[in-house]
């Protein structure tokens, strides 16, 4: 893969108005622009105030700044505008620019060019739309871990290790006419038991960087009046789903963001689950069912004060056997029952009272359990499920490894170990395709 030689600019700040709006160029005619646009070339990496020109005069007046490549965010000449955050001002500089020569960038262009220049490797790359993205606090401490190299240095770590096997099991193909059996050592199984807990490790910070990447997907399901609603009210602190004694009030779907120490927490509520006659209420029950199969968890709500009913068991067999299931027994106010965790006549359950917030705290600390969710440390760091897919792979091609020891395998090995370093290169972009970078960079806004 080659770095394009044409020069991109796109509006890097949001859509709409606001005090500061930013022209990003990036490219080898980013000079000639600045030139034409400023009237000279800023020094290197010095602010100045200049206006900004067209050919029918001054459009906007502002900070330029100019960065030689390759000491650029993308490692070619770079120039920013930086104007009043007007739309119909930034269009007429951006037509500007445009007009001299450069294109309108892709989404996630420039960090694409970053990437191609060796200015950051997929990692990192990818840890700066985590960054933006952020929806807590923690998961933009772990993107920026992870942008200042935290994840990469762990992946690198991992293909040293296995650069060092590999060498040694290859030796012991290349010197076999000395008669040295270099597998029949008890360090070589030594050597991959120990990469084995290393790839374990990276796995288990991955798996929580995903977490504080995408979240955990609920949807509190049940019949009518079983106090779903209620529910998510509490747990989003407000009054944010309408609650009535009137069965069938949520007829459509309602999501509420919310996070657990950090982890996002995508809550949904649903439609009372009967069969129904009104058209507008059938629509809402289809639209929940197929919220429900696309759930990490889910709360079947159940009104303790009336009990497991025949519609509670039909419903619970028509769950669908993927996301997990976790019986809320609600109500418990009204019931007399004390708040719990334990295993009930349809699955794993919890005793709680929406209404009067008993067992809710005891319902987060379930849900963080569910997923694996613990609070991010220092070392943490953001991930994708793309990396957890190549460090399975790796882990399964180590594993294959371990088992070709007995008897020894040599060639097998080391091919094993080769298919395990190959699927680590894939998260630092070492071992790539043009199709994985498109995917990547496709979602990350324009400007960046």
């Known amino acids: 893969m080659t770095v394009p030689a044409e020069t991109i600019a796109a509006v890097a700040t949001a859509p709409g108005a606001g005090g500061v709006g930013i022209v990003r160029v990036a490219g080898p005619a980013a000079a000639a622009i600045a030139t034409a646009v400023l009237g000279n070339c800023p020094v290197p990496r ?22 030689a490549g390759p000491a650029s965010y993308t490692g070619d000449d770079v120039l920013e505008l930086h104007g009043h955050g007007g739309p119909v001002v930034l269009d007429l500089l951006l037509r500007r620019v445009l007009e001299l020569g450069a294109r ?30 952020a929806g807590t606090a923690q998961a933009a401490r772990a993107a920026q871990r992870s942008l200042d190299g935290e994840f990469s240095r762990r992946v690198h770590g991992l293909v040293e290790q296995l650069i060092g096997l590999r060498s040694y099991i290859e030796a012991s193909i290349d010197f076999v006419d000395e008669e040295i059996d270099f597998l029949s050592e008890g360090h ?18 991955a798996r929580q960087g995903v977490l504080l990447h995408d979240g955990m997907t609920v949807v509190l399901a049940g019949r009518p009046n079983a106090g779903k609603s ?3 009210n509490r747990l989003a602190g407000s009054e944010r789903a309408i609650v009535t004694e009137v069965p069938g009030t949520t007829r459509d779907i309602l999501r509420e963001r919310l996070q657990l120490d950090g982890m996002p927490l995508h809550l949904i509520d649903t439609a009372g689950l009967r069969e129904a006659a009104d058209v507008v209420e059938r629509e809402g029950i289809r639209r929940a069912w197929g919220e429900i199969e696309k759930a990490d968890r889910i709360l079947l709500m159940i009104d303790d004060a009336v009990g497991v009913t025949d ?16 019986v809320l027994r609600n109500k418990i106010d009204l019931s007399g029952a004390s708040p719990g965790h334990g295993e009930g006549e349809l699955g794993d359950e919890l005793r709680i009272s929406a209404t009067r917030a008993i067992g809710i705290d005891e319902l987060r600390e379930h849900l963080k359990a569910c997923m694996g969710y613990r609070v991010a440390g220092e070392g943490g760091f953001s991930a994708r499920r793309r990396h957890l897919d190549a460090l399975a792979r790796a ?15 040599a060639e097998l090995i080391a091919e094993e170990l080769r298919q395990a370093q190959q699927a680590l290169g894939e998260i630092t972009g070492e071992f790539t395709s043009e199709d994985l970078l498109g995917r990547i960079f496709s979602s990350f806004c324009i400007g960046k």
């Open 46 to 67: 010095r602010a100045v105030f200049r206006h900004f020109r067209d050919a029918a005069g001054v459009i906007d007046s502002g900070i330029a700044l100019f960065f």
């Open 311 to 326: 519609e509670d068991r039909a419903i619970a067999a028509a769950l669908p056997a993927g996301p997990g299931l976790t």
């Open 104 to 133: 309108a960038a892709r989404p996630g262009e420039f960090t694409e060019r970053a990437f191609l220049n060796g200015k950051l490797d997929l990692a990192q790359a990818e840890a700066v739309a985590d960054l933006i993205e």
């Open 188 to 205: 070589i199984a030594e050597r991959i038991k120990a990469l084995h807990e290393a790839l374990a490790a990276v796995q288990y910070a």
């Open 230 to 232: 209620s529910l998510l």
């Open 395 to 409: 882990t399964a091609s180590v594993d294959a490894a371990r088992r070709r020891l007995a008897p020894p395998a």
